[in-house]
């Protein structure tokens, strides 16, 4: 089966102009186009316009999603970790509107409230599987002990660093700062502390890694890259240059 470009928006819920757009910035070709010059796309299109339009509800700028795309030649595997993530989002909302439910009526009830029912839908625990894929388990258990360890006022205090650095990593790129420059490396210095709270002494490698792990996992691209398109390559490129000069 094929879509000419009109059936194709409609059923994506998009405009021809999107998609004729995408083809022009190299993200969606047509699977042909007839003697009349209306485009025409193919199952093969549908999965690939699928992918963006995910890739785009996560916040990806255009850039972004054509590099993720070129990086994942396999669409089957692309799509299951894909599905996968949504799942977890799935579960990590559902707890979260759950918690806030549970804020809001004892709130307005006026009963007491306890830590755990205010941010029981903010759960790292879910991410311990792939921290100790990744890094082993006593860098999860490490981390988890930290964690617990810590006051509610602390944890947010914690986070709240965390988006501030992204933050400044996106208005620096905004402002056409270089990767390599003062105020990018000064931005990378402020990260490299933040992750020695967690990690002590963080080398090379290690943060060389965690750099290139910004832009290949989409999830942390998305997170970086809502403070404008490619802040994750250069929250990269800015962890790269910081580990040559400074890290053994």
């Not at 009109?6 to 083809?23: F, I, M």
């Not at 990806?60 to 996968?84: E, M």
């Not at 790129?173 to 490299?192: C, F, S």
């Not at 965690?210 to 802040?231: I, K, P, Q, S």
């Amino acid at each position: 089966m094929e879509w000419s470009i009109q059936q194709l928006a409609r059923v994506a819920g998009t405009t021809s102009r999107t998609l004729r757009h995408y083809a022009a910035v190299g993200l969606l070709a047509p699977s042909r186009t007839g003697r009349n010059g209306y485009r025409y796309y193919d199952e093969e299109c549908l999965v690939r316009l699928q992918r963006i339009l995910l890739l785009r509800e996560l916040g990806l700028g255009l850039p972004a999603i054509g590099q993720v795309l070129a990086g994942q030649r396999d669409t089957g595997a692309a799509l299951r970790a894909h599905l996968r993530w949504l799942e977890q989002e799935q579960q990590r909302l559902g707890r979260q509107i759950e918690s806030v439910r549970t804020t809001l009526r004892k709130t307005e009830d006026g009963e007491r409230l306890t830590a755990e029912e205010v941010f029981g839908g903010f759960d790292h625990t879910r991410y311990e599987q792939e921290v100790t894929e990744r890094w082993g388990r006593e860098a999860y258990e490490r981390g988890d002990r930290w964690w617990r360890s810590l006051s509610d006022e602390q944890k947010r205090e914690f986070q709240q660093r965390q988006l501030d650095i992204a933050a400044d990593y996106g208005a620096a790129l905004a402002a056409g700062e270089p990767a390599d420059g003062a105020v990018a490396q000064a931005i990378t210095q402020r990260h490299h502390d933040w992750l020695s709270i967690t990690t002590p002494n963080p080398g090379r490698e290690y943060f060389i890694g965690l750099g290139e792990m910004y832009v290949a996992d989409e999830r942390f691209t998305a997170n970086y890259d809502r403070h404008g398109a490619g802040t994750a390559r250069f929250v990269r490129d800015a962890m790269r240059v910081y580990a040559e000069r400074h890290l053994g």
